[in-house]
């Protein structure tokens, strides 16, 4: 599978959309970064462009949708994209407190409408054109719910199980679709949470994994890998199986 030359990626201006970029970052390779901080935005181009890539930085909220196809479509009038990283997302968060409720509603509008507002300027486009990749970015915490997270895990399983009926219905019309569900990755999201995270990864280490699955156009890149195994199996036992265990380990 060829390269890409011209990459879009949301979320660009920390964690893991800082990561990816970088490692795409090389001479003939056009990034446009997405994010709402504008300073790390630049900062983040200045550090591509010294790879050698061209940079384009769009200081964009996800969860306006009007805003995002208009830039999405800009940048593929631009220059047709190759690629679509729809990376941006917010963390779990607090499932206490008298704004829960309104943390979960954002939770979902930018863990899944912000996805859905990325790819839905771009998917016409790369089916037009016969050619193309999209790449979802969901959690293996999509795979069941958990206590204290379960707007973050809603969407998260919302991401991936669209991701798959989209795969599907694009692969005929030439375009690749991956769904990425990481585990726990070293990044300011991370920082501080007050819940078990197991056989965590640095960020850059799971940007060179994602990077090599999309290359490969791995329809799911779920890692590593005894976790993905863990949530699988935590997903297929009983209801009242699985529940237990989770109160053990999460002491709920």
Same mark, same amino acid.
């Given at each position: 599978?060829?390269?890409?030359?011209?990459?879009?990626?949301?979320g660009?201006?920390?964690?893991?959309?800082?990561?990816?970029?970088?490692?795409?970052?090389?001479?003939?390779?056009?990034?446009?970064?997405?994010?709402?901080?504008?300073?790390?935005?630049?900062?983040?181009?200045?550090?591509?462009?010294?790879?050698?890539?061209?940079?384009?930085?769009?200081? !964009?909220?996800? /969860? @306006?949708? *009007? +805003?995002?196809?208009?830039?999405?479509? &800009?940048?593929?009038?631009? $220059?047709? %994209?190759?690629?679509?990283?729809?990376?941006?997302?917010?963390?779990?968060?607090? !499932?206490?407190? /008298? @704004?829960? *409720? +309104?943390?979960?509603?954002?939770?979902? &509008?930018?863990?899944?409408? $912000?996805v %859905?507002?990325?790819?839905?300027?771009?998917?016409?486009?790369?089916?037009?054109?016969?050619?193309?990749?999209?790449?979802?970015?969901s959690?293996?915490?999509g795979?069941?719910?958990?206590?204290?997270?379960?707007?973050?895990?809603?969407?998260?399983?919302?991401?991936?199980?669209?991701?798959?009926?989209?795969?599907?219905?694009?692969?005929s019309?030439?375009?690749?679709?991956?769904?990425?569900?990481?585990?726990?990755?070293?990044?300011?999201m991370?920082?501080?949470?007050?819940?078990?995270?197991?056989?965590?990864?640095?960020?850059?280490?799971?940007?060179?994994?994602?990077?090599?699955?999309?290359?490969?156009?791995?329809?799911?890149?779920?890692?590593?890998?005894?976790i993905?195994?863990?949530?699988?199996?935590?997903a297929?036992?009983?209801?009242s199986?699985?529940?237990?265990?989770?109160?053990?380990?999460?002491?709920?």
């Amino acid at each position: 599978m060829a390269a890409p030359a011209a990459i879009l990626i949301t979320g660009a201006s920390s964690g893991l959309g800082t990561a990816l970029a970088k490692a795409y970052a090389a001479p003939g390779v056009r990034l446009v970064l997405f994010g709402r901080d504008a300073a790390r935005l630049e900062a983040m181009a200045r550090d591509v462009r010294a790879r050698g890539a061209t940079a384009e930085t769009v200081e !964009a909220d996800v /969860t @306006d949708q *009007a +805003a995002m196809a208009a830039a999405v479509t &800009a940048a593929d009038d631009a $220059g047709p %994209l190759d690629l679509v990283i729809a990376n941006a997302g917010v963390a779990p968060g607090s !499932a206490e407190g /008298t @704004d829960a *409720a +309104a943390k979960g509603r954002r939770i979902l &509008a930018v863990n899944l409408d $912000g996805v %859905l507002n990325t790819i839905d300027p771009i998917r016409p486009r790369m089916a037009a054109r016969g050619t193309g990749q999209i790449a979802l970015m969901s959690s293996l915490a999509g795979f069941h719910g958990f206590p204290g997270m379960g707007p973050y895990t809603a969407s998260k399983a919302a991401v991936r199980v669209y991701g798959e009926a989209l795969r599907v219905e694009l692969r005929s019309r030439g375009v690749r679709v991956s769904v990425i569900c990481p585990g726990f990755i070293r990044t300011p999201m991370t920082d501080g949470a007050a819940f078990p995270m197991p056989m965590m990864m640095e960020v850059d280490s799971a940007a060179a994994v994602i990077r090599r699955g999309l290359q490969r156009g791995r329809p799911l890149i779920a890692f590593p890998w005894p976790i993905h195994l863990g949530t699988r199996v935590l997903a297929a036992l009983p209801a009242s199986w699985a529940d237990a265990l989770i109160r053990r380990v999460i002491r709920v």
